[in-house]
């Protein structure tokens, strides 16, 4: 499996294994959660489409560490898996440290 690759999808097993086995927070279970990763990921493909798309590439990625699926507009699949693990790691610790704090001022 190219490197690429291999990062991305360790990078969402360990933010799913986070929330699974230490933060427990929930957030999968809830609506909120999920209509903020489709606004997240439609505002994804605006940018990230632009960024790498192969008639005038700003990024470029080494082929040989991709899959070289690219969808839509010419995306690596492997940066939404990367996108779902920073964007959902950071609303996980920030749902865990907003509970920790109400705890602390009851």
């Known amino acids: 499996m190219p ?6 999808v360790l990078s969402v097993l360990a933010t799913v294994a986070a ?3 230490w933060l427990r927070t929930g ?8 209509a903020a990763m489709a ?3 439609a505002f994804q493909v605006l940018v990230d489409g632009w960024l790498t798309k192969l008639s005038a590439p700003i990024v ?12 839509p507009w010419d995306i690596p699949v492997e940066d ?4 779902f693990s ?19 001022t009851r």
């Open 86 to 104: 920073m964007v959902t790691l950071t609303l996980l610790l920030w749902v865990r440290r907003g509970r920790h704090e109400e705890g602390r």
């Open 3 to 8: 490197e690429y690759t291999a990062l991305a």
């Open 60 to 71: 470029l990625y080494d082929d040989a560490q991709t899959l070289g699926v690219r969808w």
């Open 39 to 41: 606004i997240v990921f």
């Open 27 to 34: 957030i999968f279970r809830t609506a909120q959660y999920w």
């Open 19 to 21: 929330e699974r086995f």
């Open 80 to 83: 939404f898996l990367f996108g």
